[in-house]
């Protein structure tokens, strides 16, 4: 379900007009988000947003004489996360416990106090 707080029509419509995907490719350029996390914020599917961006690019390409200012549009970038490395901690009892630097600082304090208990 669309997100109903925002003021543009585009995160309203089932369809879009081109006037709609101009607006929302507009909105995502002046956010400095990315494709996916500015899609993510407004609840809007990342595959229409860029088939718009593609779109609307090669449209500008076609007919730059029509526009009177150049739109910018953003170029879609796909960032790759890295696995998290794991991280060895050696306990006092001299066990070695190995987790993802991503864990959870609370979970890592319950699980180092229940081994330590064992």
Do not use: H
């Not at 006037?19 to 899609?39: E, I, K, M, P």
């Not at 190995?98 to 890592?108: M, S």
């Amino acid at each position: 379900m669309p997100k109903q707080s925002s003021s543009e029509s585009y995160v309203l419509r089932r369809r879009w007009t081109v006037a709609d995907a101009r607006a929302a490719v507009a909105a995502l350029s002046a956010s400095g988000l990315s494709l996916a996390a500015f899609a993510r914020r407004e609840n809007l599917q990342v595959q229409r947003l860029r088939r718009w961006c593609e779109r609307l690019a090669r449209e500008g390409r076609r007919r730059p004489e029509q526009s009177e200012t150049p739109r910018r549009v953003p170029e879609v970038v796909e960032i790759r996360t890295r696995p998290a490395a794991a991280v060895e901690i050696v306990l006092r009892s001299g066990r070695l416990l190995k987790v993802a630097e991503t864990i959870d600082v609370a979970t890592l304090t319950r699980l180092v106090a229940a081994l330590e208990r064992a």
